[in-house]
């Protein structure tokens, strides 16, 4: 079953690191697009930045480079999304979500999405 | 960046009635060299994640009632619901592709 399984919610102190993951199965992690989203409570989606897996090439939204750093492990079929020191403005639910491929050429719309990992900070 | 715009923020349909959705891009999101223009449209429902419904405009992904289509160019498009159904109600968004991603701020369709 081709499926992206994020790992479990999460509530951590404000200032304390964190790491979640997105681990994707069912077809070749590696060649597309791993996106990460963010949707705070009653709000949109936001979309923070993405990697492609094959080369490690990141993009960032300017609203959040320097506050998360993306990256992912081909060998392991796994995306991550990490803070150094998280703030409560934190909180809130993150998608991984999966770059759309139509033959060798992927684009950034994305076709299939991770069950969501919701994360709360508060002291 | 282009940002996306989708009016209204809400709306309620009568059960059968048609539903549409507009959305607006702050420059043209069509492709000359491939013909195609990178817009998305997403269903998600309370406690799911977004549900890709479709995509370059107006192609619907995989097992999508053929209820919901897409349509538009170049700035300006739409997610209609030809009959509403009870499982419909959601929160749309529309999405653009053509740079770095960008999500519309969603409308919530409810029934009436």
């Known amino acids: 079953e081709v499926q992206l399984v994020q ?16 681990t994707g199965s069912g077809y070749t992690f590696a060649n597309h697009w791993i996106a990460w989203v963010r949707q705070m409570p009653g709000k949109g989606l936001e979309w923070m930045g993405f ?15 320097g506050r998360v750093t993306i990256s992912g492990d081909k060998s392991i079929n796994t995306a991550y999304l990490q803070w150094s020191s998280l703030r409560a403005s934190d909180s809130a639910m993150y998608y991984c979500a999966r770059g759309f491929c139509s033959g060798d050429i992927c684009y950034w719309n994305f076709d299939l999405w991770g069950q969501g990992t919701l994360v709360t900070v508060s002291s | 960046d282009i940002v996306m715009t989708q009016s ?20 043209s999101i069509f492709y000359s060299s491939n013909n195609k223009n990178y817009l998305a449209w ?6 799911q994640p977004p549900r ?30 030809s009959s509403v159904q009870a499982e419909d109600v959601a929160v749309y968004y529309c999405q653009q592709y053509y740079g770095t991603p960008h999500f519309g701020q969603g409308t919530r369709l409810d029934i009436k």
């Open chain 2, 8 to 27: 209204p923020n809400s709306l309620a349909v009568s059960l059968g009635e048609r539903a549409t959705i507009n959305c607006k891009s702050s420059q």
């Open chain 1, 7 to 22: 790992s479990g919610a999460e509530m951590k102190k404000p200032g304390e690191s964190l790491r979640i993951s997105c």
């Open chain 2, 42 to 47: 997403y269903q998600q429902k309370p406690g």
């Open chain 2, 52 to 81: 890709p419904l479709i995509y370059w405009a107006s192609i619907r992904e995989s097992g999508v009632p053929d209820r919901f289509s897409g349509s538009g160019s170049g700035t300006a498009f739409t997610l209609t619901i």
């Open chain 1, 51 to 65: 990697v492609y897996p094959h080369d490690s090439d990141t993009r960032y939204s300017p609203s959040f480079e």
